[in-house]
């Protein structure tokens, strides 16, 4: 592709010299045409060399235009190449959707730096990048596994659409928050009058009428000229004031206009549609003709700038009169069609986001996801998105009502695991493949509390924190909501935690911990609860229909070896011990000259 590119812009260089070849051409053709009498061999020959010029430049512009299409497309790929290799620096990594007091985003990788967000968006617009957010936060579930099938598979129409958001993002949002600034303000509706037409159209037949009287005689010379000047000055005050206000209210959507019609042109171009998908592209349909009118009204507005050009277009066009004509039809249109045209291009736009994470991992499968309204969880050899080969499979399932207690020594696999979990029932619920041989699901809500943090600003020990978010847990089981004030479908909910009351005592975590469990069973609650605590393990030999044991362990020997499987029953053997005597072990060896306080770094 990079051959290619050299290739086009080669040609594009001759076709510079060509057009300067030409355009001298055509001046010496003029000259010729005046020094012999204006003579028909000098015409033809001007008439010739500037048809010459045209026809160049036309391909020129073409050659221009497909550089750039292939500079974007080579972007494209190279981007993607990197995202292979586990580089995701060039995609938006959801940095501004990061809430640590969301139910789970925070805890589970969803927003910011090597997460979620980054792995999945390939958004080229503002409204798409936000639905793709509001899908991973479950604030809305829009697609269907056939959707993102379907999608998955037209690479050419998603490496087309990616391109064309390549170094930029289209703000479609602005375009809704036009519609704000239009409802407003207006333009004088008198020009969308039948009398002003009438009056325009009388304009524009008298100029041409007393330059053709002048020509033979019939009136003064000076007539058309005085009338010309006349004209030109009504238009101008008659339109200036409105076409400025028109000016003012789309300069903030230029650039973004050209996208908009753009994506919608290539939106448009799909096909074989999924019935569910119908409805978004037709709407885009009709939204064509729409998108390029306001395209050539802001070029036509672009082009005021030049006074003398102005000067000629109004006086013999009216061509103000009637670019705020057009406007008026179209910010009527506008106004009663952006909102659904928005909607439909941000649906498009984030599906193929799904679409391309799909085709990116073969390696997956479409999760069941039934209709109970309970929690209901089981899968086989599920692992971990961002580990990728590296990963260990595990099987796992849970009952609704139940609680699963994950034990195991440090770095064991247990906070993994609790995010493995989370991960792919996000996916599951928008309907994309799992990272699981078999993985079948309910639509339950989700809570997790994984990481806990101070605030030393808003003095909030960490232990207060640990409170305020089991607090928050507690009264979103009892109502969960996502969307102020929208309850969540579901009244079941599935809570994942990874220590419960870490910023207190051993004895009073234990009793902590034992009061919430038996507790929080009185609420639609399953459980997935990690502990180093063994003690809390006893539970289920408590309440054995409600706890269960699982753990993940580890064997000791010259080294600690780990195998990431979770078995079922309780972790016999602990590491921190084993590994602080490997660090303390440093002390020996440190040189006299070493600085007090630095630390050998410890590799294990």
């Given at each position: 592709?990079?051959?290619?590119?050299?290739?086009?812009?080669?040609?594009?260089?001759?076709?510079?010299?060509?057009?300067?070849?030409?355009?001298?051409?055509?001046?010496?053709?003029?000259?010729?045409?005046?020094?012999?009498?204006?003579?028909?061999?000098?015409?033809?020959?001007?008439?010739?060399?500037?048809?010459?010029?045209?026809?160049?430049?036309?391909?020129?512009?073409?050659?221009?235009?497909?550089?750039?299409?292939?500079?974007?497309?080579?972007?494209?790929?190279?981007?993607?190449?990197?995202?292979?290799?586990?580089?995701?620096?060039?995609?938006?990594?959801?940095?501004?959707?990061?809430?640590?007091?969301?139910?789970?985003?925070?805890?589970?990788?969803?927003?910011?730096?090597?997460?979620?967000?980054?792995?999945?968006?390939?958004?080229?617009?503002?409204?798409?990048?936000?639905?793709?957010?509001?899908?991973?936060?479950?604030?809305?579930?829009?697609?269907?596994?056939?959707?993102?099938?379907?999608?998955?598979?037209?690479?050419?129409?998603?490496?087309?659409?990616?391109?064309?958001?390549?170094?930029?993002?289209?703000?479609?949002?602005?375009?809704?928050?036009?519609?704000?600034?239009?409802?407003?303000?207006?333009?004088?509706?008198?020009?969308?009058?039948?009398?002003?037409?009438?009056?325009?159209?009388?304009?524009?037949?008298?100029?041409?009428?007393?330059?053709?009287l002048s020509l033979f005689g019939l009136i003064e010379g000076n007539v058309p000229v005085f009338?010309?000047?006349?004209?030109?000055?009504?238009?101008?005050?008659?339109?200036?004031?409105?076409?400025?206000?028109?000016?003012?209210?789309?300069?903030?959507?230029?650039?973004?206009?050209?996208?908009?019609?753009?994506?919608?042109?290539?939106?448009?171009?799909?096909?074989?549609?999924?019935?569910?998908?119908?409805?978004?592209?037709?709407?885009?349909?009709?939204?064509?003709?729409?998108?390029?009118?306001?395209?050539?009204?802001?070029?036509?507005?672009?082009?005021?700038?030049?006074?003398?050009?102005?000067?000629?277009?109004?006086?013999?066009?009216?061509?103000?009169?009637?670019?705020?004509?057009?406007?008026?039809?179209?910010?009527?249109?506008?106004?009663?069609?952006?909102?659904?045209?928005?909607?439909?291009?941000?649906?498009?736009?984030?599906?193929?986001?799904?679409?391309?994470?799909?085709?990116?991992?073969?390696?997956?499968?479409?999760?069941?996801?039934?209709?109970?309204?309970?929690?209901?969880?089981?899968?086989?050899?599920?692992?971990?998105?961002?580990?990728?080969?590296?990963?260990?499979?595990?099987?796992?399932?849970?009952?609704?009502?139940?609680?699963?207690?994950?034990?195991?020594?440090?770095?064991?696999g247990k906070s993994t695991f609790l995010r493995t979990i989370g991960i792919n029932y996000i996916?599951?619920?928008?309907?994309?493949?799992?990272?699981?041989?078999?993985?079948?699901?309910?639509?339950?809500?989700?809570?997790?509390?994984?990481?806990?943090?101070d605030d030393l600003a808003g003095g909030i020990s960490y232990f207060n924190a640990e409170l305020?978010?089991?607090?928050?847990?507690?009264?979103?089981?009892?109502?969960?909501?996502?969307?102020?004030?929208?309850?969540?479908?579901?009244?079941?909910?599935?809570?994942?935690?990874?220590?419960?009351?870490?910023?207190?005592?051993?004895?009073?975590?234990?009793?902590?911990?034992?009061?919430?469990?038996?507790?929080?069973?009185?609420?639609?609650?399953?459980?997935?609860?990690?502990?180093?605590?063994?003690?809390?393990?006893?539970?289920?030999?408590?309440?054995?229909?409600?706890?269960?044991?699982?753990?993940?362990?580890?064997?000791?020997?010259?080294?600690?070896?780990?195998?990431?499987?979770?078995?079922?029953?309780?972790?016999?053997?602990?590491?921190?011990?084993?590994?602080?005597?490997?660090?303390?072990?440093?002390?020996?060896?440190?040189?006299?000259?070493?600085?007090?306080?630095?630390?050998?770094?410890?590799?294990?």
């Open positions: 592709m990079t051959a290619v590119i050299s290739r086009l812009k080669r040609y594009n260089r001759y076709f510079i010299v060509g057009e300067i070849a030409l355009f001298m051409l055509i001046v010496a053709s003029v000259a010729v045409f005046a020094m012999t009498a204006w003579s028909k061999s000098g015409l033809l020959m001007a008439v010739i060399c500037l048809s010459a010029y045209l026809f160049t430049r036309f391909f020129d512009n073409k050659n221009a235009s497909t550089i750039k299409q292939t500079e974007q497309l080579l972007a494209v790929y190279t981007h993607e190449l990197e995202a292979i290799e586990g580089n995701y620096s060039a995609f938006d990594s959801g940095q501004d959707f990061m809430d640590y007091h969301h139910p789970f985003t925070f805890d589970l990788d969803v927003f910011g730096q090597n997460s979620l967000f980054a792995r999945l968006n390939r958004t080229v617009t503002t409204g798409g990048k936000a639905l793709l957010a509001r899908n991973l936060s479950f604030e809305e579930i829009q697609f269907q596994p056939k959707e993102i099938h379907y999608m998955s598979h037209q690479v050419s129409f998603m490496d087309n659409l990616q391109a064309l958001g390549e170094g930029r993002t289209i703000d479609t949002l602005a375009m809704l928050a036009l519609q704000n600034e239009l409802s407003k303000a207006s333009c004088p509706r008198w020009f969308l009058t039948r009398w002003s037409l009438i009056v325009a159209s009388l304009m524009l037949c008298l100029l041409p009428l007393l330059i053709i009338y010309a000047t006349l004209q030109f000055f009504i238009v101008y005050l008659a339109c200036n004031a409105a076409t400025r206000n028109i000016a003012k209210r789309t300069a903030k959507i230029h650039r973004e206009a050209e996208g908009f019609q753009q994506l919608i042109k290539q939106c448009v171009s799909l096909h074989d549609l999924p019935l569910s998908l119908q409805k978004e592209v037709d709407t885009l349909r009709n939204a064509r003709q729409q998108a390029a009118l306001l395209t050539s009204i802001i070029n036509r507005l672009d082009r005021r700038g030049n006074i003398l050009g102005l000067m000629i277009i109004d006086t013999f066009g009216l061509n103000d009169y009637f670019l705020i004509r057009e406007y008026l039809r179209w910010e009527h249109d506008f106004k009663a069609r952006i909102a659904a045209q928005v909607n439909a291009l941000s649906h498009i736009d984030a599906l193929v986001s799904w679409g391309r994470f799909a085709y990116n991992h073969p390696e997956t499968t479409t999760a069941e996801v039934t209709t109970e309204q309970k929690v209901c969880f089981e899968a086989e050899e599920i692992y971990h998105p961002f580990l990728g080969t590296k990963a260990v499979k595990n099987d796992f399932s849970i009952e609704n009502g139940s609680y699963t207690i994950v034990t195991g020594a440090n770095m064991a996916l599951a619920r928008n309907g994309a493949p799992v990272f699981a041989k078999r993985m079948r699901t309910s639509s339950f809500n989700l809570f997790s509390s994984m990481r806990t943090t305020r978010r089991l607090q928050q847990l507690i009264r979103f089981c009892k109502h969960p909501v996502y969307v102020q004030g929208k309850p969540a479908e579901s009244p079941s909910t599935l809570i994942i935690l990874d220590e419960i009351l870490k910023g207190t005592n051993s004895l009073d975590k234990l009793n902590g911990s034992r009061l919430f469990l038996e507790n929080i069973c009185k609420l639609p609650v399953t459980g997935l609860i990690a502990t180093h605590d063994l003690e809390l393990s006893k539970l289920a030999n408590e309440y054995p229909r409600h706890f269960s044991n699982y753990c993940f362990e580890i064997e000791l020997g010259t080294a600690v070896t780990y195998s990431y499987k979770i078995t079922p029953g309780v972790a016999r053997n602990q590491n921190a011990t084993y590994l602080l005597k490997g660090v303390l072990k440093e002390i020996d060896g440190l040189s006299t000259a070493q600085p007090q306080g630095e630390t050998a770094e410890f590799a294990g």
